[in-house]
């Protein structure tokens, strides 16, 4: 609750020193004056802008010393604007100062703590209706109401369910399975090694089966890059050799520093450059990180080719593809 007071009428606080306008009225039309004043030239201004917009034409220009070639209705329109806004603003503030009232107020508050004797009733109500309620003698009704209260406050947890698949199950598993296709991205067509030269590099995608379709979620995890170097450049272990053909080499496209699209490859360097962060990946050494901020390499996918010489996949990737998360034993 809140009490309004004049501060002079309060003998604790010192003497309200009174504004000339509060106790001379000739003071006090002097300032109704100078508000009335401040106010007509706002008018002023006012006109100023209406008049610059009717009046002069849009393709005159001023020549300014400090502004060079000015168009004059716009500089018009602008200064009209000022004044009309400025002279409102210092008029309310010169009417506040002066003319309206000057009374001062004490919002008193309580104190936030109750009383001493509220809390000590507060508790006893408590306690009396616990014991009315029997809970100390009927421990059976203590123990399922308190199983009761913790299931139903657990129970919003079920809404996780909501929020997709746990990361561990949709980031490990890709469309790319033993013998799937790589196709190009865009064109879905089968690629075959001598479709690339050495130092080329492409986009591409596992080939749908039939009763399979795109889904956004599929393009952002089953991107791979194919790149061609020269296999005697490779510095790979055996069984990484054993997983390019012919000095084709390929890695999932996303980077593993937080999920961006891999998309630049020096060919002078045969270094792959993700455009987020700069982290860098040595493709002949099975796509190690030389730089940034990525802390594993991109997975390599095994490749092969089928019968009819078509690029395939060896097997699915043995490895989640994407950025580390805390599912990742690497
Ligand atoms: S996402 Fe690639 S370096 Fe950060």
Aim: net charge neutral; charged share 20%.
């Amino acid at each position: 609750m809140s009490k309004e007071i004049e501060r002079l009428s309060d003998p604790g606080l010192p003497d309200h020193v009174h504004r000339k306008a509060d106790v001379d009225p000739r003071a006090a039309k002097k300032a109704e004056r100078q508000v009335a004043i401040l106010f007509s030239l706002s008018v002023i201004g006012t006109l100023l802008f209406v008049g610059s917009y009717l009046w002069i034409p849009a393709t005159t220009f001023l020549f300014l010393p400090a502004m060079g070639s000015t168009n004059a209705q716009q500089l018009f329109l602008g200064l009209g604007l000022t004044l009309a806004t400025l002279f409102i603003g210092l008029g309310a503030i010169h009417w506040a100062k002066t003319l309206m009232p000057d009374n001062e107020v004490i919002a008193e508050r309580h104190e936030f703590r109750s009383e001493e004797k509220d809390r000590q009733d507060f508790v006893d109500t408590v306690k009396t209706q616990a014991a009315a309620a029997g809970l100390g003698r009927r421990p059976l009704i203590k123990r399922t109401l308190g199983i009761a209260l913790g299931l139903v406050s657990a129970s919003p947890l079920l809404l996780l369910r909501d929020l997709g698949p746990l990361p561990k199950k949709s980031l490990e598993q890709t469309s790319w399975e033993k013998g799937t296709r790589l196709v190009t991205d865009p064109g879905n067509l089968p690629i075959k090694a001598s479709d690339l030269e050495v130092g080329a590099v492409a986009q591409v995608l596992p080939e749908l089966k039939s009763n399979q379709e795109r889904t956004l979620n599929n393009l952002a995890k089953d991107a791979v890059l194919l790149i061609r170097i020269r296999p005697e450049e490779f510095e790979l272990s055996p069984e990484r050799l054993s997983w390019t053909h012919e000095g084709i080499i390929a890695f999932s496209k996303i980077c593993t520093h937080m999920g961006c699209a891999v998309a630049l490859y020096e060919q002078q360097t045969k270094h792959l450059l993700c455009p987020c962060h700069q982290s860098k990946f040595d493709v002949p050494r099975a796509a190690k990180v030389i730089f940034g901020p990525a802390a594993r390499p991109l997975p390599q996918l095994a490749i092969t080719v089928d019968s009819d010489g078509y690029l395939i996949a060896q097997k699915p990737f043995s490895e989640p593809v994407g950025p580390s998360f805390w599912e990742r034993s690497s």
